[in-house]
Every structure is written in structure tokens, then in C-alpha cells.
């Protein structure tokens, strides 16, 4: 209803309501909006840099400036969260003519925006009455809150969520409702979450999706692997690469993507635009094709690559460059994922397919191998850049303009432009070599940027940051690892590889391949050092240090709790599910031990290394046939000639659990009826047969712990190193069992048990397949 002259919107009547539909949560907070404190009453106004802090004091409403963007907008964001965390924004189409002459004020019982444009009204899913549908759409850019080309709905007729290119082509589809599961069918991470709660409501009046985070009941707060987020603030949004995010806020006010849909960025339709290439393991993922540049770079710069590339240099169509008499040519571009829209045609041989293209004036590019001739006309989309070895890619051959292949014509004149360019060249060196030292100086200790680009250190700055690799925090088969201090004060963890053959390209390319797996429960890597023999990488520092040393170092007085245990076994399981099952190659660990699971300031687990067996060789690529890893821990597997699969890391988190129950070394026998055992042994009679079997567990616990969970945690040990891999459990089945998704049976009796049973003349032998016990 207009007011005067103003455009306006009205709000709902409920404030409660208002925040529930901006945010897009469904999280039940009961948050009412200030001025000064935390409301605004019918004689009060917002305007200019005023704003108001909702009463948890997790949001401000205001006006403000997207990035380095000069337009303002009436949005909603986190108070403490650096950089600026936007959830909503009022009128994302046109930004407030002036923030300081428009006002938001309580109208008639109702929250009115004066001088502006509607509110959006923001709910997922479809009222069936109304025929209204609710849907989330992306950004622009990281700078400009109007509707991108990516938006997130319910199609009806097959109650599953949907992500649209440009409103019309379906790239992405959740799959249809599972009751049984209460998950959707294709995104099968949601049926282990125990952060969340997923509803699906289908009704005579309306269908849509919910979801709300799980609280621990006794504290009233909210946990992710043993953090502590007293506020369980998460986010589910559509951004500006096409994917579908929920993102968790951790203690150090740093966003973790817990869920990301879909899975690659590369998978995301025309990401890259016209005539762009997108590579997973590069940052940024998107360059544009030899012979093309952005059509505006700034955009790029804000990760907004839909504005295509364009030519350099015009093509001739067939005709011949008046200039020097020469016409088009094609440019090899090798190892590339064709786009999908490519038309074959029948031809003899390779000369033929080079030949029809060149005489069509509108085809831009063809291929031609053993799986024939294919033409391309018009825009190249979807064009993705494989990694080496990648034996889907193929060659392609762009259409370029004769200049673009020009180098040695004219030599006398190349001769003259060589000679002036130098000079030229040379003095702007000259001046620009201060500028650039104190810019890099500036830039250099950056680290990971908003885009999670890795930083590229030198080495001698490493060594300062070390103090010449003086503070050892720990070290093993791949290196040593000492503690650094960035001069912006960031803690980190420098590892100092050892026998990396790789060149310089090759180490690159592994080392972005390892950047781009990010996960809650796996150390984070910054950045990396190539310089010549010396191959380093920067790592997040873990103050809390490695889970070993909390378990075997008697001296430390910080003894870890069962529930803390607990989900250091959960968290570190999750880490694998996401190496083994969610990464676009699966990564075998092959060095899974408590040195390498390493705890946060909030005792978070994180998985350390995941990479490094990657990265020392490509053979650990697939399936494994050399011995890597530590005694204690290695899988039969590797003893007996036997390919080895990712089941070697689940041998090895099942030995490594032990420890975490016993708090001693599997190695270290203790004491059973005045004989030694061997830990997993002497435990197998108290876990199948019976007994207490909180007498398993570190003498510095004093029994304090769930005895349903001891064993729980110790039969999913026992069947992680069963004899035959078919018989342990997957990573992902680990976690189910572990939040109790999945019941845990008896396991069976692993023979390795009777190699190191002492005392096998009582044994009862019952087999690799038999379930008994040890006497």
C-alpha cells in the first residue's frame, strides 16, 4: 500500500517471522530488531550508518557497500564475522538512491523502507493455493547483490530441489525425497549428518524443505566435531560458482563448507563463459582460451566469468589478411573435455575434418581422433582443462586469426622492436622494482585469499618465518614439521619435504590438486615453497598439537575425555569418508596413525599429510602396490603382495582407535594374569565374550566414560582390521556406525590376533571368519 509518494512493502506483522524468512534458516532464534539496543518503535528511523544488533548479538541490520562496490543496499549480516558475511538483502535489483535520506521506519504496525523498492520475499519451496514459489538465487558477483544466472527450486512433480542456468536449463537436481532416509537420493552425505535435522513438508496448502541444527541437550549448545558454536550459526545459500553451499561458522570466524552441490566446480554449466576453459586443480578455475581475453576483466576479478571472452584479433572467415596474405589458422589445445554440443561428421582422415571446418565460416573448433571427426559452431561452452594423465581428454583445434601465430617475419624490423622494447623494458624495471618489493612485502603473508587461492611463498621468507626451521613440531617418512609466525602474527606449520622428485610444473600441479580438498576435518593448507631442490608446505597450525601426543606423552597434564575421544575417532572417520568417497579421485591416505590427526584450539580432529602420498608418487593415484606407512599400523595387505585399496587407511584407523581407548601404544603389551599381551588381543575377550569393559580404557579416565559407547568404538576397531578387506567396513559406514545410524554387530576374530597372542596353546581356534574367544 503506498504511503505519500514512497514506494513501500510491507512486512509481516511478526518480526520473528521477518528474520526467520530472510535468513532462509529455519533455526528458531528469537531475534527482534534496535536501535541502540535491539528493537525500533513506530517514532524511530534507521537511516545512514545507523544500524541495529539483533538481541543475540549475531546480526546487524543496516545499510551497507558490497566489497569495494560505491552502491549501498538495506541488507542483514553477521556482527563479528570478518570479512563482511552478507544473508540478506532487501532490494538486490537497485541499490538505495541514498542511504541517508532513505529511511526504514515502523509504519502502521509494519516495517516500511521509505524512498525505496520492495522487499523480496524470501522462502524456499511452493505454496499450492497462492501458486507461489519461492527460490534462492545467486549474486551477481562477490560485489553486486542483483540476481545472478543461478537459482535453487522445488520442481513439483518429483519433490526434489533443482539448479537452474538462466532460469531454463536444469544443471543440477538433489533427486527426489527419501522418507526412509530423510535425505534427498542423489545427495547421499545428508543420511550421516548428526549436525542436522531435514524435514520435508508436503500438504494440502504447501510443499517445502527445512532443516534446523541439532543442539547437545545437556548444555543447550551446539557442536561440530567437538567445536563449540554457541550461537549454531550455519548458512545455506546459492553463490556466485553455481553451487549450492551450507557453510558452518567456526570459533576463529572462519566459514567451513560442510555440503556443496555440485560436488566439482568444473561440473557447473558455462561457469568459465564463451570461449573460457575450467581447470579443478588451477586458481582461479577459469582462463580464457589462447587468442581470447576477458571482455571485462573487472568482472572476472570478482569471480563473475559469464561475460564471456572475446578475440584478440578478428578472423579473416576465409578470406586472406590483405596485409600479409595469410588466412586462419587452428590452435591445438591438448587434454581437454570437449563440450558436449559437438557435431560429428564422416571423414577419411585428419587433413578432411580440418578442412570442412575451415570452409564453414560459423565453425569455431573441431576434433578429430579414434573416436572421430566432431565439429563446433558458434560460442565454445563447457570446455574443461583435464590434469595430466587424464585419459578422457582429447585435442581440440580453435579457430584463430593468422596474427596470433605470427614470431619471426619481418626480422630486421622484429630486430629494431626487440632492441627498443628492451630498453624500454629495462627502465620501467628500473622504476618499478621498488614499488614491487614493498608491494609484495604488503601482499606476501596474505595467505589463503576469499577464493581459497593458495599462496606461493619464497623460500627465504619461510625461513624467517621459522627461525631457520629451529622450533621441530614433529616429522616422519614424508618430512619434517616446525612451527612458523607470519609477520601478520598467523600461526603456521611448515613441512620441509623429503625426496620429492617431482619438476617444478608437476609439484604445482599436485599441490593445487591438494588445495582444493577442503573439509572440517582435514588441515588446511595455505600455500607452498618451489625453489629449485627445496619442495615445502604451509599448513594451518594446530595448537593443540598431534592426537599422539595427548594420548602417549605421559608428561602432558591435559587429559583428553572420553566424549572429547570420541569425537576425535567420529571427526577423523569423517575426514576419510570425504578423501575416499567425496574428492573427484579417491586419495588413500597409507599413513593413518595419531601423529597424523591433529587438534585445534577447540580439540577439532583434523586429518594431516592426506596428500602427501599423492603428491611423493603418482602411483598412489589408484590402487596401491608399494609399501607406505608405519609399522603398527600397516594393512596385511601390503605384507603380502596383495593391490591395496582405500581399505588400507580403514586397517589403520581401527588400530589407531585402539589407542585411542587404551592410551598407550598397540605395541606396548600390558599386563593380563601376570603374562603380557598384546592390547587388541587381551580386549577381544572382554568385547565378544564379555566383562567391563571400562577396564579398557586409559587408567587416566578413572572409568569415566559411556560404557555403551567404549563398546561400540571398540567393535568398529575390531571389524576395521578384519584379514579379508571385503570384510571391513567403508569409511562412510564407520561414521554410520559411530553416530549410531547403523548397529554394530559381534565382529569376527581377526587371525592376526593369534600371531600375537603369547599364549596360543590355550587358543581356541576358530578362523579368520569364526567369532570366539581368546583364553
Keep these: 500500500m503506498p504511503i505519500s509518494s514512497a514506494k513501500t512493502m510491507y512486512f509481516k506483522k511478526s518480526l520473528l517471522s521477518f528474520i526467520l524468512v530472510v535468513l532462509l534458516q529455519c533455526l528458531f532464534l528469537k531475534i527482534h530488531l534496535a536501535i541502540g539496543a535491539d528493537t525500533i518503535s513506530a517514532n524511530q528511523s534507521l537511516c545512514g550508518d545507523q544500524t541495529i544488533v539483533s538481541t543475540s548479538g549475531i546480526f546487524i541490520l543496516g545499510f551497507f557497500a558490497p566489497g569495494t562496490s560505491s552502491n549501498y543496499y538495506l541488507g542483514m549480516w553477521y556482527k563479528d564475522v570478518t570479512p563482511q558475511t552478507v544473508v540478506w538483502v532487501a532490494d538486490r535489483e537497485k541499490p538505495v538512491s541514498d542511504r541517508f535520506s532513505s529511511q526504514l521506519r515502523v509504519s502502521h504496525g509494519n516495517l516500511v523502507l521509505f524512498n525505496e523498492s520492495k522487499f523480496p520475499i524470501c522462502k524456499l519451496g511452493h505454496n499450492k493455493k497462492t501458486k ?199 590452435a591445438e589445445i591438448p587434454g581437454v573435455l570437449t563440450p558436449e554440443n559437438g557435431q560429428s561428421v564422416k571423414v577419411k582422415n585428419f587433413a578432411t575434418c580440418e578442412s570442412i571446418c575451415y570452409n ?198 591435559n587429559v583428553l575425555d572420553w566424549k572429547t575421544r570420541y569425537q576425535i575417532a567420529l571427526g577423523a572417520a569423517r575426514g576419510l569418508v570425504y578423501l575416499h568417497e567425496k574428492c573427484r579421485d579417491c586419495i588413500i591416505h597409507c599413513d593413518i596413525k595419531p601423529e597424523n590427526v591433529l587438534l585445534d584450539a577447540e580439540f577439532s580432529p583434523k586429518v594431516a599429510d592426506f596428500g602427501l602420498a599423492k603428491l611423493v608418487g603418482r602411483e598412489f593415484s589408484g590402487v596401491l602396490t608399494t609399501v607406505r606407512g608405519t609399522r603398527g599400523y600397516l594393512t596385511p595387505e601390503w605384507i603380502t603382495g596383495v593391490a591395496v585399496t582405500s581399505t588400507a587407511d580403514v586397517y589403520s584407523f581401527g588400530m589407531m582407535i585402539f589407542e585411542l581407548v587404551s592410551g598407550r601404544r598397540n605395541s606396548e603389551q600390558v599386563e593380563s594374569g601376570r603374562k603380557l599381551k598384546y592390547f587388541p588381543s587381551f580386549a577381544i575377550n572382554v568385547v565378544i565374550v564379555g566383562g567391563d569393559l571400562l577396564s579398557l580404557l586409559d587408567d587416566r579416565l578413572e572409568g569415566n566414560a559411556d560404557v555403551e559407547e567404549v563398546g561400540i568404538v571398540c567393535k568398529v576397531a575390531y571389524w576395521c582390521i578384519q584379514d579379508d578387506e571385503a570384510q571391513r567396513p567403508s569409511m562412510s559406514e564407520v561414521v554410520q556406525m559411530l553416530t549410531g545410524i547403523m548397529d554394530v554387530s559381534l565382529p569376527l576374530i581377526p587371525r592376526c590376533l593369534y600371531i600375537f597372542d603369547d599364549n596360543e596353546e590355550n587358543v581356541i581356534f576358530f578362523g579368520s571368519n569364526s567369532q570366539g574367544s581368546l583364553e
Excluded at 538465487?137 to 535453487?152: A, I, Q, R
Excluded at 535425505?183 to 543420511?191: A, G, H, K, N, T
Design 360 to 557: 564453414s565460416r560459423s565453425c569455431t573448433a573441431y576434433s578429430n581422433d579414434n573416436t572421430g571427426c566432431f565439429i563446433w559452431n558458434g560460442d565454445l561452452i563447457d570446455l574443461q582443462q583435464l590434469g595430466e594423465g587424464d585419459r578422457r581428454g582429447r585435442s581440440l583445434y580453435i579457430r584463430l586469426a593468422a596474427s596470433e601465430f605470427r614470431s619471426t617475419k619481418n626480422g630486421k624490423g622484429l630486430i629494431i622492436g626487440v632492441v627498443v622494447g628492451s630498453t624500454i623494458g629495462s627502465i620501467l624495471l628500473l622504476v618499478l622494482i621498488p614499488f614491487l618489493v614493498l608491494r609484495r612485502k604488503k601482499r606476501l603473508f596474505i595467505g589463503k585469499g576469499m577464493d581459497g587461492s593458495l599462496m606461493a611463498f619464497e623460500y627465504r621468507d619461510l625461513q624467517n618465518a621459522t627461525k631457520n626451521f629451529t622450533e621441530k613440531l614433529g616429522g616422519g617418512g614424508f618430512g619434517s614439521v616446525f612451527k612458523g609466525i607470519l609477520p601478520d602474527s598467523t600461526m603456521i606449520a611448515v613441512k620441509k619435504l623429503e625426496s620429492i622428485g617431482q619438476g617444478e610444473k608437476q609439484f604445482r600441479a599436485e599441490v593445487s590438486t591438494i588445495g582444493t580438498i577442503q573439509h572440517v576435518n582435514l588441515v588446511r593448507l595455505r600455500g607452498f615453497c618451489s625453489q629449485g631442490t627445496q619442495k615445502l608446505l604451509v599448513y594451518d597450525y594446530m595448537s593443540k598439537g598431534s592426537l599422539a601426543s595427548h594420548l602417549f606423552d605421559k608428561s602432558n597434564l
Design 132 to 330: 507461489h514459489k519461492q527460490i534462492i538465487t545467486s549474486w551477481k558477483n562477490l560485489e553486486d547483490p542483483s540476481p545472478g544466472l543461478f537459482s535453487l527450486e522445488l520442481v513439483l512433480s518429483e519433490n526434489s530441489f533443482v539448479i537452474l542456468w538462466n532460469k531454463s536449463l536444469i544443471q543440477w537436481s538433489s533427486g527426489g525425497w527419501d522418507e526412509r532416509y530423510e535425505s534427498f537420493s542423489l545427495i547421499p552425505e545428508m543420511r550421516l549428518s548428526d549436525y542436522y535435522n531435514f524435514t520435508f513438508v508436503s500438504n494440502d496448502n504447501e510443499i517445502y524443505f527445512t532443516y534446523s541444527l541439532i543442539p547437545d541437550k545437556k548444555k543447550n549448545i551446539y557442536t561440530f566435531n567437538n567445536t563449540v558454536n554457541a550461537y549454531g550459526v550455519s548458512r545455506f545459500v546459492i553463490d556466485v560458482s553455481g553451487q549450492v553451499k551450507e557453510l558452518i561458522l567456526m570459533p576463529n570466524k572462519e566459514w567451513d563448507v560442510y555440503l556443496s552441490q555440485p560436488r566439482e566446480q568444473c561440473e557447473v554449466h558455462a561457469f568459465c563463459g564463451a570461449y573460457g576453459s575450467c581447470k579443478e586443480v588451477s586458481v582461479p578455475f577459469c582462463n580464457c582460451l589462447r587468442g581470447f581475453q576477458p571482455k571485462l576483466r573487472h568482472d572476472w576479478d570478482l569471480n563473475d566469468y559469464f561475460g564471456r571472452c572475446v578475440r584478440k584479433t578478428n578472423l579473416q572467415c576465409g578470406n586472406t589478411d590483405r596485409a600479409n596474405g595469410e588466412r586462419d589458422r587452428f
